[in-house]
């Protein structure tokens, strides 16, 4: 659920995203989606916003 244009639930730091809040470091999306791109991941570099968005 979005509140003031940030979900709450989704902390993110990502401000080159399209969908990053700005002003907070929130996502504003309603839900994201979390993937690998790697084979076996084992750390979190593994991990990838899947929903990102590069800012026009
Ligand atoms: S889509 Fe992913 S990378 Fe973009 S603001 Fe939301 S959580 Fe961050």
Known sequence: ???NGKNECIQC???N???HAKSEDY????????GTHEK????IECTDCESFKNQA
């Open 17 to 19: 995203c399209a969908y």
């Open 13 to 15: 730091t990502i401000e």
């Open 40 to 43: 076996n991941p084992t750390k």
């Open 1 to 3: 659920m979005l509140v």
């Open 27 to 34: 996502c504003t999306l309603d839900k994201i989606r979390v």
